[in-house]
């Protein structure tokens, strides 16, 4: 497989699958210890964890050269924007297909929460929105020597995760729990991070109104803390760029909520939609 992290991280979930369809039945037996019976599932979801966590550098990469007095080529680049696309795309579809994790028979080996999917979702969601500050910084560092420079632009992954989280509700359907975690996290880190003067003014009229809670989360088990704000690599103001998405989102919620038909599905929507609004000062 060489270095490409996507087909290893496929051939290491496919092995996981058969882990988790057969690991009851093998673990199970007089002759198994039972802290080693209880701790099985987590041996799956860590060795999960890690294959993302392997494979969520190629987003905001960077390669670095071993470069010598003299040498022409730079010390570091950005990895081939079509990789990065290509591994958000990815990893956002594997977002909707963890159900395969919610194994009854495994699930009961240690007593574990029955949504250990969306467990998982929510953190590799957190490991996906940490790489922005990383995107915004590869975006900028251009390889010398080459013409045709095709960047992955911080743009680009906002509209992806935002175009992620509103699939099935610009259908009128109630979202996944993936795309409602990425929805909640997109506004938390949109609003948190623009300094804009609409945002910045809102912000010390009503500071209530920036105190994430998470609307879908009321009867979950959150597996981290919300993510508000973004460690930059330089420092750079893209206030601009997520003004633009919040208003992006503003609009596609109100569009959304009138393609609901169900309360129970419109009411996380509409607190959205609020908290935008209180936010900005519309």
Aim: glycine residues 4%; aromatic residues 10%.
């Amino acid at each position: 497989m060489g270095d490409n992290l996507i087909r290893a991280s496929q051939k290491g979930i496919e092995v996981l699958k058969y882990v988790s369809e057969n690991g009851a039945s093998w673990v199970n037996l007089d002759n198994v210890d039972d802290s080693y019976r209880e701790l099985f599932p987590d041996f799956i979801f860590l060795k999960l964890y890690d294959h993302f966590k392997n494979l969520i550098v190629n987003i905001g990469g960077i390669e670095i050269n071993s470069r010598y007095e003299g040498d022409p080529y730079p010390p570091y680049k950005p990895l081939p924007g079509p990789l990065q696309r290509a591994t958000l795309k990815y990893i956002l579809e594997e977002l909707d297909n963890l159900s395969w994790i919610d194994n009854p028979h495994l699930i009961k080996m240690s007593g574990m929460n029955s949504k250990f999917s969306t467990f998982f979702a929510a953190n590799l969601i957190s490991l996906v929105f940490q790489r922005i500050g990383n995107v915004a910084f590869a975006q900028n560092q251009r390889e010398i020597g080459v013409e045709k420079f095709d960047p992955y632009t911080l743009e680009e992954m906002l509209n992806e995760l935002t175009n992620f989280a509103f699939k099935e509700i610009e259908k009128g359907r109630e979202p996944t729990a993936a795309q409602k975690r990425v929805l909640d996290q997109m506004v938390s880190v949109l609003l948190n991070n623009s300094s804009l003067p609409a945002v910045e003014k809102a912000k010390k009229k009503n500071p209530a109104a920036f105190r994430w809670e998470e609307p879908w989360m009321v009867n979950e088990i959150a597996s981290f803390e919300p993510l508000t704000s973004i460690k930059y690599l330089v420092a750079e103001d893209n206030s601009p760029l997520y003004y633009k998405h919040i208003l992006t989102i503003k609009e596609r919620l109100e569009r959304g909520i009138k393609k609901t038909k169900e309360e129970r599905a419109q009411s996380p929507l509409l607190y959205l939609l609020q908290v935008i609004e209180r936010s900005i000062g519309s």
